[in-house]
């Protein structure tokens, strides 16, 4: 499956911007997906992920209550919804498919887009 990530941007913060995660292929539905971020010099970071259903969802602390991650299989699409957004929250955001269950871990995701920019001024 090829990933394409897009919709990052300039924000302000406490500002709000969806990023979205378009999907190749027929198969899409039976992927977790999740979303993960970096910024130079540091390790990649778990930000969301999703089952293939939608029905369950996991989030970093870092992120919980102020981000939302779903899914629409029909649109082979999966999105993040990012609120009262910080500079701390700045980073390349990348999606990513799992053809398990979902995970925190960015080793067990086989699939990867090319990431984009999400920028929180100050």
């Known amino acids: 499956v090829q990933l394409q990530a897009s919709g990052g941007g300039l924000v302000q913060a406490g500002g709000s911007l969806r990023v979205s995660c378009v999907a190749s292929g027929r198969t899409f539905s039976s992927y977790a997906m999740g979303w993960f971020r970096q910024t130079p010099g540091k390790e990649r970071e778990f930000v969301a992920t999703?089952?293939?259903?939608?029905?369950?969802?996991h989030y970093a602390d870092s992120v919980k209550g102020r981000f939302t991650i779903s899914r629409d299989n029909a649109k082979n699409t999966v999105y993040l919804q990012m609120s009262s957004l910080r500079p701390a929250d700045t980073a390349v955001y990348y999606c990513a498919a799992d053809t398990g269950v979902g995970s925190t871990l960015s080793d067990e995701y086989e699939y990867w887009g090319q990431g984009t920019l999400v920028t929180v001024s100050s």
């Open positions: 999703i089952s293939w259903s939608g029905g369950m969802t």
